[in-house]
């Protein structure tokens, strides 16, 4: 049969299209969730390429605001001054946790960043001299640290839900192109054949009729001829007992 290869190779029967059947409804409803969940993973991917282009722009901004105040409290402070944080530094301000965000299944890496309060020893840096320029160094670092973080966080969810994206696709293709095509094509093989079958078994069940009344037309033949011949030997015989009567009344008496 022409494009069976789009079909599934099965027996062509009521059960079997059942069963056809019920995996085309599963089909249908699982292309049209994937396909609502690749909607959902694309508005999400475009938000969060919308907000990476306004984190680079803003984390390029941050990041000269940064260098320029760290020219000025090198210049203020001297050059001495890194030498001076160095030492005083014994564990980070500026911590990051990471978390999971679910959108529509798929788990999302987020980093977050915090502080722990407290004094430390970068406090008293700079009191000598340049300690304000220190302390706007300090803070436009720290605002650099953060837009570094999100923008970790919102690039490594991009590439998740890029992958995530370039799947579901492939799902969802591959059921509206493939599987429902061949589940409908198997069931429509199914119904031609089953409408076939029908068809021979009504042509058999004509031609078994024929054949019994063409048998019973002959044996209702065949009964009335043998009973037109009972009929003219019933006939015949009282043609001969009537003649013998008659020439025994014929006969002469002699006295």
Known sequence: MSGSGQRLNVVPTITTMGVV???????????QLLKKKSDALTMQFRQILKKIVQAKEEMGEIMKA???ALTEAKYTA?????????????????????RQENVAGVKLPKFEHFSE???TKNDLTGLARGGQQIQLCKSAFVKAVEILVELASLQTSFLTLDEAIKTTNRRVNALENV???????????????????????????????????????KQ?????????EESRKD?????????????????????
Request: hydrophobic share 40%.
């Open 21 to 31: 059947k019920a995996r085309l409804v599963g089909a249908t409803k699982g292309h």
């Open 179 to 217: 599987v429902k095509p061949r589940l409908e094509n198997t069931i429509q093989y199914i119904k031609g054949e089953l409408d076939e079958l029908e068809r021979e078994e009504f042509f058999r069940l004509k031609k078994v009729q024929a054949y019994k009344k063409k048998e019973v037309e």
């Open 78 to 98: 001297g050059d001495n001054i890194k030498y001076i944080v160095f030492e005083n530094v014994d564990t980070a301000i500026i911590k990051v946790r990471a």
């Open 117 to 119: 309060a407290g004094e």
């Open 66 to 68: 940064s260098a320029f």
């Open 220 to 228: 209702i033949a065949k009964n009335k001829l043998l009973l037109e």
């Open 235 to 255: 006939a015949g015989h009282k043609v001969d007992q009537d003649g013998i009567i008659g020439e025994q009344e014929d006969e002469d008496i002699l006295f």
